[in-house]
Structures are given as structure tokens and as C-alpha cells.
Nanobody, 124 residues
Framework: QVLLEESGGGLVQAGGSLRLSCAAFGRTFINYAMGWFRQAPGKEREFVAGISRSGGSTYYADSLKDRFIISRDNAKNTVYLQMDSLKPEDTAVYYC?????????????????WGQGTQVTVSS
């Protein structure tokens, strides 16, 4: 069992930045590839970014790779999502997820554990 706890969400004006954090508790963090997803009201959950177990490989949704950066600190059992130049369409609940097998998968079904999510609201 891996427990994931997101933090860092909030209200920000368009053009601003936020850094989300996801702390992992339980099994060995380095054994899991990590990902960030988001879900806006009435929409499906969508892949944002992923990172390999070592942090050496990162993956992004094409539309976000110029503004978002994923990173991890295995010593702190934490994965981060730096979000810059935020837009109102980035408004969503952001979830972190852990995958035992595949790094960078865009499919939610590839991930074994999920956090509860953190709300990000970008005002125009």
C-alpha cells in the first residue's frame, strides 16, 4: 500500500505559478514511477506529466510541456509539479499517482495508487 498526499493547490491569477507536492508514505518510493493527472468538472481525467523511478526520464502532455515541470526527490519521498504561466483552462483537481510498472503512461489504469487530489483554480 502506498498513501499519496498532494498539497500546494490554491487560487492563482492567470500568468502566475504554483508548485504542487505529493508526499508518499508506505512502500519504497523509488520502486514507483510517478505521474500527475488533472480532472476538470465534466471532463475526463487527463495525463499531465510523468517521471521514472530514478527521475532520469520525464514525460509530458504535449500541450503542457512548455509550462509544467515534474521532478522528484527520492530522499524525501516526494514528487513535484511546477506550473508556470497558468491559464484559466488549467483549473482542475490535480492528482498524483504511483505506478509499479510503466513510467510515463497516459492511461489512469496504468497507475496503482492515487492521492485525493488538490484543487487548482486559475482566475482570469
Amino acid at each position: 500500500q502506498v498513501l499519496l498526499e498532494e498539497s500546494g493547490g490554491g487560487l492563482v491569477q492567470a500568468g502566475g505559478s504554483l508548485r504542487l507536492s505529493c508526499a508518499a508514505f508506505g512502500r519504497t518510493f523509488i520502486n514507483y514511477a510517478m505521474g500527475w493527472f488533472r480532472q476538470a468538472p465534466g471532463k475526463e481525467r487527463e495525463f499531465v506529466a510523468g517521471i521514472s523511478r530514478s527521475g532520469g526520464s520525464t514525460y509530458y502532455a504535449d500541450s503542457l510541456k512548455d509550462r509544467f515541470i515534474i521532478s522528484r526527490d527520492n530522499a524525501k519521498n516526494t514528487v513535484y509539479l511546477q506550473m508556470d504561466s497558468l491559464k484559466p483552462e488549467d483549473t482542475a483537481v490535480y492528482y498524483c499517482a504511483a505506478a509499479r510498472l510503466y513510467a510515463g503512461s497516459h492511461y489512469p489504469s496504468s497507475y496503482d495508487y492515487w492521492g485525493q487530489g488538490t484543487q487548482v483554480t486559475v482566475s482570469s
